[in-house]
């Protein structure tokens, strides 16, 4: 009767029977089989923040130097938990360069060499003048 009321399976009303409250609850379990310690798992995100490696080369590190044992999806578990999967989001940010602030009177010269045409003899160019300041 509870099922057809508020349009949900038997099974699910058998599971809400024994709650105290019926808000939506996750179905993965708060502690994930991991084979990392705490520490071995605070050593590799400090790792991951030095070195910068890709996912492969990483596990390669991590199962050489921190646990044998150690599997991709739970390194990238690790990282995810941590804030650090993505790996380009941990490379620095290099500021946009400016240009620099010259002062009026600097000029630059740049030579353009021109194509010699068929019924020329010399060479011609083309010298292009700019003022830093103004442009």
């Known amino acids: ?77 690790c990282f995810r938990r941590r804030g650090f999967s993505n790996l380009n989001a941990l490379r620095p940010k290099t500021p946009a360069k400016t240009h620099n602030t010259y002062e009026p009177g600097f000029v630059h010269v740049d030579i353009k060499y021109l194509p010699q045409m068929a019924d020329e003899t010399t060479r011609r160019y083309l010298f292009v003048a700019i003022d830093r300041a103004t442009r």
């Open 1 to 77: 009767m509870l099922a057809g009321r508020y349009g949900v399976t038997l099974e699910m009303i058998y599971r809400w029977r024994g709650r105290t409250s019926f808000e939506v609850r996750t179905h993965t379990g708060n502690d994930l089989a991991t084979t990392l310690t705490r520490t071995q798992e605070a050593a590799a995100v400090e790792l991951r923040r030095v070195l910068l490696l890709p996912w492969d080369d990483f596990l390669a590190v991590a199962r050489e130097f921190l646990n044998s044992e150690v599997s991709r999806s739970g390194l990238e578990r």
